[in-house]
């Protein structure tokens, strides 16, 4: 997988965990707790998201704590993968390890509108609307975070490498 195509949902800076996922549905099974996505932000969000969208976000995108919940639910609910200016480092950890591209691109949360058709090209590293013709250049992941998200996450790529 080299480009990822969606639909834009977009989120300002310091987006942390608990508004991605609030502590109090913790307890909840992973097909139930996504219902609950952004719920303090966006009420809306979890319903209304389709498989495949992507998040567009501003600076230190899943700062708080360090729980794994937050990208496995926005995985759950089919989110493909999340550009932001930048992201908490173990947030951006968590969610390679579950097979979530995350790319840190400097000036796309300023010009993308919520709804815009996105075009992530992950082996470039560049971000367009084509639509809009918008382009934005972006961090390219490393061969081997690109392996593990093309494997689905770390726990298949490590077993793929018969190292489970």
């Not at 389709?50 to 794994?68: T, W």
């Not at 951006?92 to 509108?113: D, T, W, Y």
């Not at 560049?126 to 689905?152: A, M």
Request: hydrophobic share 40%; glycine share 8%.
């Amino acid at each position: 997988m080299s480009t990822i195509n969606g639909k834009v949902w977009k989120f300002g800076d310091a987006i942390d965990t608990d508004i991605i996922i609030p502590a109090r549905y913790l307890i909840l099974p992973l097909d139930q707790m996504k219902h609950k996505a952004m719920e303090p932000l966006r009420p809306e969000f979890a319903a209304q998201v389709s498989k495949g969208d992507v998040i567009v976000a501003g600076k230190n995108f899943g700062c708080g704590s360090s729980r794994e919940q937050a990208p496995a639910v926005l995985k759950e609910l089919g989110i493909r993968a999340i550009v932001a200016v930048s992201f908490a480092r173990i947030f951006f950890r968590n969610a390679i390890n579950l097979g979530i591209p995350v790319i840190e691109c400097e000036g796309a949360s300023a010009k993308v509108e919520e709804g815009d058709d996105i075009e992530i090209n992950l082996s470039s590293g560049e971000v367009r609307i084509p639509k809009r013709d918008l382009s934005f250049s972006s961090s390219k992941l490393p061969d081997f975070l690109l392996e593990i998200i093309n494997d689905g996450g770390l726990i298949p790529h490590l077993t793929s490498k018969g190292k489970s």
